[in-house]
């Protein structure tokens, strides 16, 4: 029964300016769903998964949180260090940019062991045989346990930064752009990845894209922000074969359908 | 009183009584939580940063008229740095200074912990460069401030990991990183990691000195200090084929001399008092 | 007055008037002599010989001299003299191995062939105050016997010991032709001997930072002072009509080796690595500097991930040039005036629609 929310997302404003930031974004996600965020840049999308992800406190409202143990966490009302622990335990947070989120002075191996290592695994043995195992899992060649991240193509570092993530089994992943800045065929071959993977692991994912045709591989239920307020909520195919608000119109008239 | 008169001019100890206060105030929060990396007001010193102002700060914070100091420098007693800073204090404190382990109350020291057990009454003052044993990770200070706080140390382990991967072995070879008390993960200066397990449950206290860096930090007597390690791969202190050429010993460091422009080389005790004593008794059982 | 820019002549003259009377200080005070700067000051002597890129004591006491001991200027007046002189030859390479030593450290082995010689050196000294020089007292007489103590044993180089074991990366005379960046501009990356040349002519408070920056995470490169040395060598050149070496003269060099921190090479071996720094006259300080920021401008070379200032050559050799830097940075008191008339015309004009756009808004 997926009865209660995962997060549960109360009014929550972040304003840099007027119409810089987000203003007013209410949603619940459940267990194992897939949200998408859209919207051209400047609409606010990072901004709210920031918040959403703990690293960046919004001016008002409330963000909570049902952890494993199924108490709700008020997110702002933890302490950096329980904000910390839910980041680098039950949730995990792509970037768009894979140096964002990799040690690139390490090696793909460290990089997936970083998480067991920060939350207690103290047997070499069992880093290296997990880090092999999500290596083969996101389609990565486990001789390159040992090369650095830097050696790795764009795709390449991209899987490496999901592994990385994955390998606490988290609950909740939070992804800004994850297939921007890549070829076309490496894009298509990611996402395949990707909806594999939140289908095997259950995973509950809000994925922030400019891209309507990443949303509607992954998403099954969007939000469409435009500069800083959301303008339109639904279904996926609803919201991307009935847009109801004229910007939402607007966006997928400017994409090209296949 | 035995002890001669201090340099005219200069306070006892060389600090003026405001500045030893401060630090011994600093010291004090050191014991109370061991390991934690106490700021302090760090002075310019007669000697250059890096040289050991940190230990002497710190010693002339705590040294009296009735103490009895030993320094050594690399385990030995008469190398340059360290004959300097005894003949400093002499100078400076007129107080008694001496070559053995067991007969000192202060020990300062860089590099090394006398092999000699220490005692419950003395204290070990360490020299310290970097304090921080996340520094090789993470250069930010603000960065690795919170990381204590948090206790997120997964990046120690990294490092570890890193070496184990690349060398079949943590290849961490002095400065080796400990958790001390259980909690704040500790850089015990760049003594050999062969001289880690001294620092657990030592009956003396150790106070730790970086004076460029403006860091007071402590193990108080009877602490446990764990260094770093991984289950499959447990912490493991260096082993000599050799021993010592004057007195024999198979258990202490050695250091490598060179002999000739060929490359051959003998090995020696690094620690002199200890070398001294061994061979003072054979010759008496002889 | 600065602003009257067709008396600009006469200002100078007059500029350069009280400078000169500035340098020279009350006249009751006896003119200080080159040849008392060459003596008395001489590690000021032997910066600016090693940073101007001129071995003559004479000529650098002169520059500090007519600089009124702003080293940067003197280095300065050095380097512009240089350019005016003729190159005859180039010298054969030095060789340390045969040093005539007068100071040689060791920090990684406690003793070894030929033994730790502390030479002059600042280092252990109490740094008090010597009120004796104050009252213009003579030093007594120095001990001869320390002054002229020798080593006669043969001194082993800790990096070939080190070699020998096959425990640090070989270093050999590739045989090219080094670099000369002070004929061909550097470009980058560069090569190893234009990197070297750059450092060498570098200003030792950059690179002592940079040096330090690497010791505090910047960078790490796990240094051991594995050698310093200080002593003459001999210089020798080979004319074309003779075909053979001739001695032309001796200098004074310092000289640091570092170990530094150990990898696996691409053939899988695992050895120290090292860097190099090397220095006209007595310039430990910045030898060792030289040495760390060599070690860490050879971070491509072994694969490590380059994210510190001094591991970044462009940006480490671009400003490491005093003359260079110095020379620019002053260039700012130079007359501005049409760039920043042109920039006062445009903030004047966008505050003008502004003020109108706000006055609309109003309205």
Known sequence: MMTEPLLQVKEITKLYAANKGCANVSFDLYPGEVLGIVGESGS???????????????????????????????????????????????????????????????????????RLMATGERHYGNLRATAEQWMSDVELDTDRIDDKPTTYSGGMQQRLQIARNLVTHPRLVFMDEPTGGLDVSVQARLLDLLRRLVTELNLAVVIVTHDLAVARLLAQRLIVMRRGEVVETGLTDQVLDDPQHAYTQLLVSSVLTP | MTSSPVRAGYNFAYLDEQTKRMIRRALLKAVAIPGYQVPFGGREMPMPYGWGTGGMQVTAAVIGHDDCLKVIDQGADDTTNAVSIRSFFRDLTGVDTTEETEAATLIQTRHRIPEKPLHEGQILIYQVPIPEPLRFIEPSEVETRKMHALEDYGVMHIKLYEDIAQFGHIATAYAYPVQVNGRYVMDPSPIPKFDNPKMDNSPALQLFGAGREKRIYAIPPYTEVRSLDFEDHPFEVQRWEASCAICGSESSFLDEVVMDDQGNHEFICSDTDYCRTRLAQQEERA | MYVAVKGGEKAIRSAHELLA???????????????????????AVDRVMTEGSVYDRELAALAI???????????????????????????????????????????????????????????????????????????????????????????????QLLEREGLMVNEADSGAEPADITREPPTYPCDRSARMQALVRGDEGFLLALGYSTQRGYGRNHPFAGEIRIGEVGVSIVPEELGFEVEIGAIQVSECEMVNGFTRLEGGEVKFTRGYGLGFGQCERKVMAMALVDRALQAAEYDEEIKSPAQQEEFVLSHCDNVEAAGFVSHLKLPHYVDFQSELELIRRIRTADAADNEEDRS
Request: aromatic share 6%; net charge negative.
């Open chain 3, 65 to 159: 001299k007519q600089a009124a001991g702003d080293l940067v200027e003197a280095i300065f007046l050095l380097r512009a003299y240089r350019t005016t002189l003729n190159r005859f030859y180039s010298s054969e390479p030095i060789d340390t191995d045969a040093m005539e030593v007068e100071r040689r450290i060791s920090a990684t082995y406690k003793d070894l062939p030929g033994g730790q010689v502390l030479g002059p050196t600042f280092d252990y000294t109490h740094r008090l105050l010597d009120f004796a020089l104050l009252a213009e007292g003579e030093v007594e007489a120095s001990n001869t016997e320390a002054v002229e103590a020798r080593v006669d044993e043969a001194m082993a180089r800790v990096s």
């Open chain 1, 44 to 114: 606010g999308k990072s901004t709210l998964l920031s918040c959403l992800s703990a690293r960046l406190a919004p001016d008002s409202g409330t963000i909570q949180y049902r952890n494993r143990a199924g108490e709700m966490l008020d997110l702002y009302g933890l302490s950096e260090s329980r904000q910390r622990q839910l980041q680098r335990t039950e949730w995990g947070i792509v970037h768009q940019h894979a140096r964002d989120g990799l040690r690139m002075g390490v090696s793909g191996g460290a990089n997936i062991g970083e």
């Open chain 3, 21 to 43: 009377r500035r340098r020279r200080g009350r006249q009751d005070v006896p003119e200080l002599e080159v040849s008392q700067v060459e003596e008395q000051l001489s590690l």
